[in-house]
């Protein structure tokens, strides 16, 4: 079964860090480019950062830029995102994603990150 | 504010025809393919129509897709009350080098 599954959110305060990680299984994933996505409550989705397959590409959402940063570690089938200095408006469910054909066709369940004090 | 823009409600009744725009510029949309994903209340978003008109395996023909110029489009036929769910659509944008997403379109079934 082709699966993503995210790991790493919780609660944390302003100005801290937190390290999300996505277990992919069921697919051979060096061969896929990937993606973070997430939603704020109540709010719709914002694109946060890709990762070609063999990582050599990255793009990062301007109001993220600086602070998050998407790696891979394909021998691990692992994606992963370093979040900085958070805010309180970071605080949403985030998404790990496969990109396929330029749609992203399989989404993991999420993991929810809080900011506050 | 989107750089995509989308209606932010649709309605329609069971059996209609509805249509949600996407409204982007040259940069994005005018250049490149439009994806749309469908996220019911309480899941994951999934993805409907991909490269502008395909659908992946398993979304039904009622769903399809188009684009002219700066504009992309879903159609949704034979509406039924499980369509019911928010849609978004995403495209590349060559200026920024980011992936853009619309602010979503909540679709209701009367």
């Known amino acids: 079964e082709v699966q993503l599954v995210e790991s790493g959110g919780g609660l944390v305060q302003p100005g801290g860090s937190l390290r999300l990680s996505c277990a992919a299984s069921?697919?051979?994933?060096?061969?896929?480019?990937m993606n973070w996505v997430r939603q704020a409550p109540g709010k719709g989705l914002e694109w946060l950062s890709y990762?070609?397959?063999?990582?050599?590409?990255?793009y990062h959402a301007d109001f993220v830029k600086g602070r998050f940063s998407i790696s891979r570690d394909n021998t691990r089938t692992l994606l992963f995102l370093q979040m900085n200095s958070l805010r309180v408006e970071d605080t949403a469910v985030y998404y790990c994603?496969?990109?396929?054909?330029?749609?992203?066709?399989?989404w993991g369940q999420g993991t929810t990150v809080t900011v506050s004090s | 504010q989107s750089v995509l823009t989308q209606p932010p409600s649709a309605s329609g009744t069971p059996g209609q025809r509805v249509t949600i725009s996407c409204s982007g510029s040259?940069?994005?949309?005018?250049?490149?393919?439009v994806n749309w994903y469908q996220q019911l209340p309480g899941a994951a978003p999934k993805l409907l129509i991909y490269?502008?008109?395909q659908r992946p395996s398993g979304v039904p023909d009622r769903f399809s897709g188009s684009k002219s110029g700066t504009s992309g489009s879903l159609a949704i036929s034979g509406l039924q009350s499980e369509d019911e769910a928010d849609y978004y659509c995403?495209?590349?944008?060559?200026?920024?080098?980011?992936?853009?997403f619309g602010g979503g379109t909540k679709l209701t079934v009367l």
């Open positions: 994603v496969r990109r396929k054909l330029g749609g992203m066709d399989v």
């Open positions: 069921g697919f051979p994933f060096g061969a896929y480019d």
């Open positions: 990762i070609s397959a063999s990582g050599t590409a990255i």
């Open positions: 040259n940069s994005n949309i005018g250049s490149n393919t």
């Open positions: 490269a502008t008109s």
């Open positions: 995403e495209v590349w944008d060559d200026s920024l080098n980011n992936w853009l």
